[in-house]
C-alpha cells in the first residue's frame, strides 16, 4: 500500500541554520504531496503541497520539489528561526484511489537561540 | 472564529469508562475526519464521513463509534476505555471528499489520558 517515509527527530538546530527534513513515499500511482506543520497544543496546518511531478510547493520561506525519479518530497529551509519550531509531517494523497491523506510518523523540529 | 473546533480539549478518565469527544466545523465542508495521533506523534486516520455518510472506516475496535448528525458535526463514542486508547484524537474537515489536492483543516485536538 501507499505509505510515506520521514526523518526520525527530533532534528536540532540553531537560528538562521539550512534545513532539510528528509521525505520518501511509495504510491501505486501519481500522488499529490504535502507538507503539514504543528505547532504545540495546536492541530496540524498544510504548509505547502505540489501536485505533479518537478512542482515545487513553497510557504513561509519554506520549499519541496515534487521528485518522481527519486520519490522525494524533500522539505528545506534557507534559514530557520526558532518560531519554526514544531513537528512536520510529510503526506500524500492519491486522485480517485481512496479518499486518505496518508501521513508519515512526524518530524520534530527543534530550533536553538 | 474557529473553523474546526472540538470539545473537551482534555479528558483524564478510568478504564471502562463511556466517553464522548465532538466536532463541529463552520466552513461549509462535506468531509469530516477523526484522526488519533499516539504518544510519538504517529498519526492515524480511523473514520472518514461525506455528508453524514461513512467512508472510510478503518481497522479500530468496535468501541470506537462515529456519529454524524449533520454533516458539520463528527462526534467520536468509545465505550469501555482502555489504556491504549490514550493519545490526542483530532477532528479535521475538507470541502469535499477528494482527499488529492484538498487541504485537510484541523481542530486542535482533543488529550484522552486512560487512567
Known amino acids: 500500500g501507499d505509505s510515506v517515509t520521514q526523518m526520525e527527530g527530533p532534528v536540532t538546530l540553531s537560528e538562521e541554520a539550512f534545513l532539510t527534513i528528509n521525505c520518501t513515499y511509495t504510491?501505486?500511482?501519481?500522488?499529490?504531496l504535502f507538507w503539514y506543520v504543528q505547532y504545540p497544543g495546536e492541530g496540524l496546518q498544510l504548509l505547502l503541497k505540489?501536485?505533479?511531478?518537478?512542482d515545487k510547493g513553497s510557504n513561509k520561506g519554506f520549499e519541496a520539489t515534487y521528485r518522481k525519479e527519486t520519490t522525494s518530497f524533500h522539505l528545506e529551509k534557507g534559514s530557520v528561526q526558532v518560531s519554526d519550531s514544531a513537528v512536520y509531517f510529510c503526506a500524500l494523497s492519491e486522485m480517485n484511489r481512496d479518499d486518505k491523506i496518508i501521513f508519515g510518523k512526524g518530524t520534530r523540529l527543534h530550533i536553538l537561540p | 472564529d474557529t473553523a474546526v473546533s472540538q470539545t473537551p480539549k482534555y479528558l483524564v478518565t478510568q478504564m471502562g469508562n463511556d466517553k464522548s469527544i465532538k466536532c463541529e466545523q463552520n466552513?461549509?465542508?462535506?468531509?469530516m475526519y477523526w484522526y488519533k495521533q499516539d504518544s510519538k506523534k504517529f498519526l492515524k486516520i480511523m473514520f472518514s464521513y461525506n455528508n453524514k455518510e461513512l467512508i472510510i472506516n478503518e481497522t479500530v475496535p468496535n468501541r470506537f463509534s462515529p456519529k454524524s448528525p449533520d454533516k458539520a458535526h463528527l462526534n467520536l463514542h468509545i465505550n469501555s476505555l482502555e489504556l491504549g486508547d490514550s493519545a490526542v484524537y483530532f477532528c479535521?474537515?475538507?470541502?469535499?471528499?477528494?482527499?488529492?489536492?484538498?487541504?485537510?483543516?484541523f481542530g486542535s485536538g482533543t488529550q484522552l489520558s486512560v487512567l
Open positions: 479535521a474537515s475538507s470541502q469535499t471528499r477528494q482527499g488529492a489536492n484538498e487541504k485537510l483543516f
Open positions: 466552513l461549509g465542508h462535506d468531509t
Open positions: 505540489a501536485t505533479k511531478a518537478d
Open positions: 504510491a501505486t500511482g501519481y500522488p499529490s
